[in-house]
């Protein structure tokens, strides 16, 4: 009774499961969400497909790791903001899905390594200069002075960032196999989105969600700035002016180092894939019972079990060894006899 009732999926998840899965199926031509790509990363698809098929999970948001450029948001006085019209805080609130957090604009962003970079170029070979990509233009590496109200510049940061995922599970049951899988697998940051479901039972209680992260694979590093105009504001038909504060070599190292994190991020990836798969698959064969802790590797025996056995194998040495000693004895007596002939 206590397993089934751990394991009990509440109409209130299965409800959330079936409106999620329902936004996934929609063509990629017609699906958009919050991120700067709009949709389902292709390298993680896979995964959140597997994950979706068990039972008491489901994926409310991903990214299977990304290199990024992003220019932040202008920094507006606490006067300014209070005066802006309703009109205006509806444009900035359309911005923020496309433009990135804020009000700032995201300048490059790649899910996939970028191979042509961060190696040797070959003679023949002829690349886009990575200033020429990510939208900036080369500096002398000074950064600039505040402006004439006593701003900062607004500055340009070069990110790679590793998979996240949050998987909203039925009760904390179900989040236990996420969260020892995620840990196993090297999101060691990982852990419940909020404690809320702590407060109700389970079955009652909100669904838990499960963030599974790492971030000791993650890089950051400041590159550039956002040029203004006299006037504090940006050019409606134009671009801002990006300066780079580092070079191309800079550069190139940056993206080199984030080739190499995004193959240890794929590891990472499949092998939180095969341990929640593996851990799921095990507590479902479990139902029956009440299982505790992770799966039995092969060969495990029980500690009772284990217990009589070494204690029939001590019986068995100590009768053999008595039995040698007989032996041995008997030999040395028949000796004697032979002597004394």
Not at 9 to 27: N, Q, Y
Not at 311 to 323: F, M, S, V, Y
Request: proline share 6%.
């Amino acid at each position: 009774m206590e397993a089934s009732l751990k394991t009990m999926i509440p109409e209130v998840f299965e409800s959330r499961k079936r409106k999620i899965l329902a936004d996934l199926s929609i063509p990629d031509a017609e699906y958009t969400d919050l991120s700067p790509k709009g949709s389902v990363d292709e390298g993680i698809r896979i995964l959140i497909n597997d994950i979706n098929a068990l039972p008491g999970l489901v994926t409310t948001s991903s990214c299977a790791g990304r290199i990024s450029v992003f220019l932040e948001g202008r920094k507006k006085k606490q006067q300014q903001q209070q005066a802006v019209s309703d009109e205006q805080q509806q444009q900035q609130r359309q911005f923020v899905p496309s433009g990135g957090k804020g009000a700032g604009k995201w300048l490059y962003v790649s899910h996939e390594p970028l191979q042509e970079y961060g190696k040797e170029r070959e003679k023949e070979q002829e690349r886009q200069p990575l200033h020429e990509l990510f939208g900036m233009i080369p500096g002398d590496g000074r950064p600039p002075g505040l402006n004439k109200d006593g701003q900062a510049p607004r500055l340009v940061r070069f990110s790679f960032e590793p998979m996240i995922l949050h998987i909203m599970t039925a009760t904390l049951h179900h989040a236990h196999p996420v969260l020892s899988a995620a840990s196993t697998s090297g999101f060691r940051e990982s852990g419940l989105q909020s404690l809320r479901c702590l407060e109700a039972n389970d079955v009652e209680g909100p669904s838990p969600i499960v963030a599974v992260r790492s971030a000791g694979l993650s890089l950051e590093s400041v590159i550039g700035y956002c040029e203004e105009t006299d006037d504090g504001d940006d050019d409606d038909n134009g671009e801002p002016i990006i300066r780079s504060l580092v070079t191309e070599e800079f550069l190139e190292m940056l993206v080199a180092i984030s080739n190499e994190r995004f193959a240890v991020n794929s590891e990472r990836k499949e092998r939180f894939r095969a341990n929640l798969l593996g851990l799921c698959s095990a507590d479902h064969g479990h139902h029956g019972t009440k299982a505790k802790g992770k799966a039995k590797p092969p060969g495990w025996e029980d500690p009772e079990k284990r217990r009589e056995r070494m204690r029939a194998e001590g019986l068995l040495r100590k009768q053999l060894a008595q039995n040698q000693k007989k032996e041995v004895d008997v030999d040395l007596d028949l000796s004697g006899a032979s002597l004394g002939q």
